[in-house]
């Protein structure tokens, strides 16, 4: 099974600052790598998929990249709706999800 | 739009078998992957598995022994059993749609407790 590995666990920034988040495989997952945001007490939502391809609907600002075992998901400039949690995903086998990073407040 | 409508039990006792059912409105039903991810209150999410139209199915390998999904294609829903729940079961389910790679449409996602 392959592990996904996000850092840091939380992140704490200021609307308007850059998020960085990483997302590291245990072996190369191509460019199967998905990122999901979650909000409390609500599903997750498809935010990028095949490592930097925007899902539909979803702002510029969030924008995907990497291959092989690192990726980022990278978060322009915050705006109040996107402290959330942030989950990758895998499908080179099995399915499996990062532990996630919480983008909090600061 | 697809919306993806679950119910089941939501109070299990430990070793009872949790049983969910997902029914889907809306867009195809045999061109995606359908999916069950579960996640524990406060925690990251688990995908459990997932079914095709055609019954094709696969099972994250650490539930393997104690899952089953199951698919009625007439009725356009698919469900999820998993047996000998313990309290490490407990968790927010989610049926969910996908393409195999990626999961796009969630459901409501109800919270199962089990609990003595």
């Known amino acids: 099974e392959i592990v996904l590995t996000q850092s840091p666990a939380t992140l704490s920034l200021s609307p308007g600052e850059r998020a960085t988040l990483s997302c590291r495989a245990s072996?190369?997952?191509?460019?199967?790598l998905a990122w999901y945001q979650q909000k409390l007490g609500q599903a997750p939502r498809l935010l990028i998929y095949?490592?930097?391809t925007r899902a539909t609907g979803i702002p510029a600002r969030f924008s995907g990249s990497g291959s092989g075992t690192d990726f980022t998901l990278t978060i322009s400039s915050l705006e109040p709706e996107d402290f959330a949690v942030y989950y990758c995903?895998?499908?080179?086998?099995?399915?499996?999800f990062g532990g996630g990073t919480k983008v909090e407040i600061k | 739009q697809v919306q993806l409508q679950q119910w089941g039990a939501g109070l299990l006792r430990p070793s009872e078998t949790l049983s969910l059912t997902c029914a889907v409105y809306?867009?195809?039903?045999?061109?995606?992957?359908w999916n069950w991810i579960r996640q524990p209150p406060g925690q990251g999410l688990e995908w459990i598995g997932e079914?095709?139209?055609?019954?094709?199915?696969n099972y994250n390998p650490s539930l393997k022994s104690r899952v089953t999904i199951s698919i009625d294609t007439s009725k356009k829903q698919f469900s999820l059993k998993l047996s000998s729940v313990t309290a490490a079961d407990t968790a927010v389910y989610y049926c969910?749609?996908?393409?195999?790679?990626?999961?796009?449409?969630w459901g409501q996602g109800p919270l199962v407790t089990v609990s003595s």
């Open positions: 969910a749609r996908g393409d195999g790679a990626k999961v796009y449409d």
């Open positions: 095949d490592a930097s």
């Open positions: 995903q895998q499908r080179s086998n099995s399915l499996t």
């Open positions: 809306g867009g195809s039903f045999s061109d995606y992957f």
């Open positions: 079914i095709r139209h055609n019954g094709n199915s």
């Open positions: 072996q190369s997952v191509r460019g199967y």
